[in-house]
């Protein structure tokens, strides 16, 4: 829907409407890029310097995803630069760069109450510049295009009005604007273009445009992580720093924290001791003397109520089961179509996730002119300048934000418990402060992934799968997820209420395939621990239990599983093709008994993928995955290398989500709390890895999560084929099974 003054008028009624359409209507917003000396900016996307340089705002965080490149190259490629001259900076903060398809994306259109058009102007209005949802192509690939293609109709003008010449008969090449025998550089047009008049409409994919598109081009950020130039943010240094070491009590409600506060003190190095809500840190002169410092603090939390534990949250799960869920979707009559006999029925768990980073979590801060400046690894570089405002008690616009590249994350950079603490501590020491967290205190206090019971429940009518149903058990972490890092009234007023169960929490629940009957129910559950986004999110959990029950019922139908896919798809063209070129690759052959092959398929993001598995046991009955191989279909491809390497990385981010990266819980305290007792794959239970991208017209899609929710179910499906290995029904799987 687009943004009116009608459409808001009648959809809040006449009084509240006049007030929403005062308060919501659309504004200007101007570029704001920092222009340096011989720099001449064109529109808030790029910037052309008198040396040749082209220079790229990126508003997305790079965390491996590869958009530092991706999207300097949608600009060169449009513009007609020479790769070797391009370069690449954060983009300042802006309601240009707000990202709303990463909203929609991260919250599975929960936010879809508004109309389009109130969403997207909130959503710049608040500056959410969101890097999640796998949308940075999907949200700016069309505006930077359309600057580059600007710049570009610009240069050729003002190169035309020097030689007399038709400026649509110029091209740019390789950084010139070309006429026959004739060429200018950009370097030599750039100022003089900037009083040119853009042309309506844009030529897009013309003029020289179009070199770049779908080629293997270097990425940007390889040469500094290779030789070690590349600063995160524990590598920052400021004058007169202090480093600061955190230890959290343990989950549950806490009353105090004791500590012998007169021990640490005396230590040498150490600064000051610092007690937060639930928290306690010391400042050092190195970090060490700082961990150092809260051991001699021997600090004991003091909590009332019950702690999270293990059987407590399974209890949880469990009982939310037995309570009446909410209908996410449904088609046909389920309880009819359920009727009779050929039922199957499975019960589905999966464990706690965590984010486990190579980079625990970290912030700068420093504290100048009663004002702060804050170096951070965020995907929410305005919200992370409101908490840090709030945690300081200073004024928002005396915060100054400086989004870091991230080692990792997974999702991590979402919360902000370590920019408020660096915030506050900053404040209170009045110079710079080096927040690190250490690993258990990254793990113990994670935002987790939701642990999912799940009851699944289908009848087959002569072979053919006539009624689904699927109950699942978990948090509401969309909403929970949305309170922390949304703006308040956004979420108030825009978030789709639970009487469709929690969008975000049941990603992926809704199978693709062509069910007559299928009624799909979310159970909340509400746990003690905190939830929030991982890589993939809920879709890795409930692409599990979807294609892993799927395969069950096919196999129960004495059918194959493969062909039962392709047939079930129906409307689903794209999917189903991925399905058969992973086959065809694989060799697929039928996936019968002891053929230690499976597939799994999944869509999400706008992109589709399916992943063929093959498997063996070895001597000891060890499961082994032997070959991977995976067919993707993500639409319009930019970098073929990047785009493998995101499917590549997310199989194997799947193979640790089936093999470890769980906790569990005792004493409020998640176990284990160390990334060597996580199971996480190693690189020798690395398989073979064959990635096939299948060529499409359509728009990009997102890659950076599309291959971790299939990886689990084919493998799963795979070793369920050899004999007397039983089927997986939890995550992470049982390795002696």
């Known amino acids: 829907m687009e943004l009116s003054r009608r459409n808001i008028l009648v959809g809040g009624g006449v009084g509240a409407g006049l007030l929403v359409a005062w308060g919501l209507w659309p504004r200007a917003y101007p570029p704001n890029l920092t222009v340096g000396p011989g720099e001449r900016a064109f529109g808030a996307w790029l910037k052309i310097g008198r040396d040749g340089i082209v220079t790229v705002a990126v508003p997305q965080a790079e965390h491996g995803q590869g958009i530092a490149t991706t999207l300097a190259q949608v600009v060169a490629d449009e513009l007609g630069a020479d790769w070797r001259t391009v370069a690449v900076e954060p983009a300042p903060l802006s309601p240009l760069y707000a990202n709303p398809v990463g909203v929609d994306s991260l919250f599975e259109g929960a936010f879809d109450r508004l109309p389009e058009g109130v969403r997207r102007e909130w959503l710049r209005r608040d500056r959410v510049m969101l890097t999640a949802g796998s949308s940075s192509l999907r949200m700016f690939e069309e505006p930077a295009r359309a600057a580059a293609a600007t710049a570009r109709a610009l240069m050729a003008q003002a190169a035309a009005r020097r030689w007399s010449v038709d400026w649509n008969s110029c091209e740019a090449r390789d950084g010139f604007i070309v006429h026959g025998e004739q060429r200018l550089r950009f370097a030599e047009l750039a100022e003089a273009a900037a009083s040119e008049t853009v042309p309506e409409p844009l030529p897009l994919g013309s003029g020289g445009a179009g070199r770049l598109a779908g080629t293997d081009v270097p990425r940007l950020d390889s040469p500094a992580k290779i030789d070690g130039s590349a600063n995160f943010t524990a590598d920052i240094r400021l004058p007169d720093m202090v480093h600061v070491a955190v230890r959290h009590a343990p989950l549950g409600e806490t009353r105090a ?41 021997a600090p004991q939390a003091v909590t009332h109520g019950p702690m999270p534990s293990g059987a407590g949250i399974a209890q949880a799960l469990e009982a939310a089961l037995k309570e009446d869920g909410r209908t996410v979707f449904t088609r046909g009559d389920v309880a009819s179509a359920l009727d009779g006999r050929g039922l199957i029925e499975a019960r589905y768990r999966v464990g706690t996730g965590v984010h486990a980073p190579i980079e625990p979590r970290a912030a700068v801060a420093a504290w100048q002119d009663d004002g702060l400046e804050l170096w951070a690894p965020t995907l929410l570089p305005e919200h992370t300048r409101t908490v840090a405002a709030q945690a300081a008690g200073v004024a928002v616009d005396r915060v100054v934000v400086h989004p870091m590249p991230i080692g ?117 559950a509400p746990l003690p621990i905190p939830t929030g986004h991982v ?58 008994a002891n053929s230690g092959q499976g597939v799994a398929a999944h869509g999400f993001r706008d992109s589709y993928i399916a992943v063929m598995a093959e498997t063996h046991r070895d001597d000891a009955g060890r499961p082994i995955v032997d070959r991977l191989v995976a067919a993707v279909d993500c639409g319009r491809v930019v970098n073929p290398d990047i785009v493998r390497q995101q499917i590549e990385g997310g199989l194997i981010f799947g ?45 990009p899609g997102g890659v950076g999560e599309l291959a971790v929710p299939p990886l689990a179910p084919a493998i799963a499906n795979a070793l369920a084929t050899l004999s007397g290995f039983p089927r997986i029904r939890s995550l992470p799987m049982e390795l002696s099974a």
């Not at 370590?418 to 900053?426: C, F, L, R, S, T």
Request: overall charge positive; some cysteine; charged content about 20%.
């Open 655 to 699: 193979l640790a989500a089936l093999r470890g990266a769980a906790v569990g819980f005792e004493q409020g305290y998640a176990i284990p709390s160390r990334l060597g007792a996580l199971n996480l794959p190693r690189l020798a239970d690395t398989p073979d890895i064959t990635v096939e991208l299948i060529r499409s017209d359509e728009g």
């Open 408 to 524: 990792g994350g997974f999702g991590i950079g979402l919360e902000q418990e370590a920019v408020a603490q660096a915030a506050m501590i900053a404040a209170r020491l009045k110079r710079p402060v080096n927040v690190q967290w250490s690993r258990t205190d990254d793990l113990r206090r994670d935002a987790y992934r939701a642990p999912v019971e799940a009851r699944m429940t289908a009848r087959l009518d002569q072979g053919s799968l006539a009624a689904w149903r699927t109950r699942i058990a978990t948090p509401a972490t969309g909403k929970n997820l949305a309170d922390r890092v949304m703006p308040a009234g956004l979420v108030r007023l825009g978030m789709r209420g639970q009487g469709r169960g929690d969008a975000y929490a049941m990603g992926g629940a809704v199978p693709a395939y062509a069910i007559p009957a299928l009624a799909v129910h979310h159970h909340d």
């Open 257 to 297: 924290i004791r500590i012998d506060r007169a021990v640490a003190m005396k230590m040498p190095g150490v600064v000051e001791v610092i007690e937060g809500d639930g928290w306690v840190a010391v400042a050092a002169a190195s970090w060490w003397i700082a961990q150092k410092g809260l051991d001699a603090l």
């Open 535 to 592: 890589r993939g999110g809920a879709h890795v959990a409930n692409c599990f239990i979807v294609e892993s029950f799927l395969d069950e019922c096919a196999r129960a139908a004495g059918a194959d599983p493969l062909a039962w896919r392709i047939r079930l798809l129906g409307e689903g063209p794209r999917l189903a093709r991925c399905l058969s070129t992973a086959a065809s690759l694989g060799g697929w052959e039928g996936g019968g």
